[in-house]
């Protein structure tokens, strides 16, 4: 059976398709893309146990991917899918996800632990989650807007052990409180 | 509208029965595109028209492929999405629904977000496809053309696998397996069930539509009945030999969880239903009285797809390219979703319908903007998650790898797993994964 359109018969293909005929590599955009279902639109998660991947440096991604892969980083997920991918994956990730803008989140938030965190982030945080956590030194992660369930759930397991702190990480998060610590969360989950 | 129309009937015309060469269709794309300068459908001429892809379908699969089209093509593309229903309710999630943990409203979303990229989103019904015309005609008797279509049509159900029960005579008995007004109504019949009563869900082969989702729904019907009707029973009749999904959690939660309220019975394939009494026999063993009665049916892909010839396996799925989901019976046509046949290891599911739609969009945009379409598609992740109770949950993963030689996506093992243990933080992740995936589809 043929049908007509609107009196039209339709007769050309104007996409054609021919996927054998040249070698090109899948893009950055669309490994990044195959992202997305977990770690939301253009990098920025809706999920507030869900890290957004937006604006993180090259180097972050890549480091968080191994550490992923070995197992020297905890994960539920995170450890078995970076398995399914290369260094040079994680390499073109990274490099499309560090040009991607911060994703800036509205949160509710205490303004006294906010104070507190940004007097605190000053004198021990700054000098590698720099400009308020908007940037990280090598390979330290963007801080900045992250989800404060997001954040305290890393900050756990730095605590009990499970994640290692970096030498320098430690150095300053060990003489803090619990409070300290809750409100440096605050403070980098307000930063846009 | 008219526009849109003029567009087309513009660009048919002057090709006549072209037979377009490759060269010259991406000279002609990549004027139209600087012309167009995103604004697809404005100045259009002959040499300047921009493709019109279709998509059938507006779940996670269909609704995902027109975003990307528009995304990918930087709205280089005019696209269309043919829904039957009013807005989206997800179907992962909606068990939280069915147990009372969260209402219909938190799993419901609008379209505004793919019209706000610029997707023409029509409210009707697709009820025939002509793949060599390349148009699709809708049940208003309203016609569209289409340069590529995306058929989206998720899942049907076989009432002929269910002697005694049909679509238009289920009565009482519901499946709830697509999300929406029998969620609603099979909450408000477990609401309406006395303490003592017995909930019975029953389960068809594989494969069908998100494999964990009747186990989960057990537990959550199970975790209700708890706290609300703590002498109740939920009988879960398994057609299958054996739990098909994330089995030792399962198992674990009902006897940790659940030890006197849910039974599992495998090797319970229907005969048949009685929708009056309630009542199901089975090929082998006593049959089951029950005062809620969920029965999910087998599936196959969705009448759109069976109608237009797309369906190549078992008179069941659709046979696709995996390079570019294009259809293996019609060129021109591309299947994502739960109607394709999947590879080996694929589950059907929200989060792989959503992926597939990015490979499909991929494809199809690709020529477009004067690339050639990448030889290989991909690796792909794929994540669910099962709730044991209101807060508990524990996740399933897995990655594919398109392999040449099976000239199909094939399971990355050292990827592939599931939770040790459930556990609230993966309650936490799994409503994160699903704000995101809803986002991913629709935002």
Known sequence: MKMRWSGLAFTVGA????????????????????CAGCHGVNGGSAGPSMPSLAN???????????KFKSGERPSTVMGKLAKGYSDADYAAM?????????????????????????????????RCHMEGGKEGKEDSPVMASQWLPYLSIQMNQYLDGTRKMPEKMAEKVKPMSKTDLDALMHFYASVK | MQDFRGAHFAAQKTGGTMSFDRREFLKATAAGLAAAGGGALTGCTATKHAAHVVVIGGGFGGATAARYLRLGSAGGIDVTLIERQPGFVSFPMSNLVIGGAKKLEDISRGYDGLR????RVIHGNAVAIDPVGRGVRLADGSALGYDRLVVAPGIDFMWETVPGLTAEAAGPVLHAWQAGAQTTALRKQIEAMADGGVFAICIPRTPYRCLAAPYER??????????????????????????????????????????????YRPNHPISSVDVASKTVRFEFGDAVKADVLNVVPSQRAGAIARQAGLVTAGNRWCGIDWRTMESLAHPGIHVVGSATLAAPMMPKSAHMSNQHAKIAAAAIVAPLLGRVPSPEPITIAHAGYSYFDDRNAAHMMSVHAYDAKLAAYRLVPESSGVSARRGEAEGKHAWAWAQNLWADTLA
Not at chain 2, 221 to 248: E, F, M, S, W
């Open chain 2, 218 to 263: 057990a537990c959550l019907v199970a975790h209700y009945c708890k706290t609300h009707k703590p002498r109740a029973k939920v009988l879960i009749l398994d057609a299958n030999d054996d739990v098909q999904a994330q089995r030792g959690l399962f198992m674990s939660a009902w006897s940790e969880l659940y030890p006197n309220l849910v039974e």
């Open chain 2, 116 to 119: 706000a990229h610029g997707v």
């Open chain 1, 15 to 34: 996409l054609t398709l021919s996927a054998g005929a040249l070698a090109a590599p899948p893009t950055a955009a669309m490994l990044v893309n195959a």
């Open chain 1, 94 to 126: 990274g490099e499309l996800l560090s040009k991607q803008k911060l994703h800036a989140t509205t949160q509710t938030l205490d303004a006294a632990k906010v104070a507190k965190g940004k007097s605190l982030e000053e004198a021990n945080c700054s």
């Open chain 1, 56 to 66: 993180q440096s090259k180097e972050a991604i890549v480091v968080a991917m191994k």
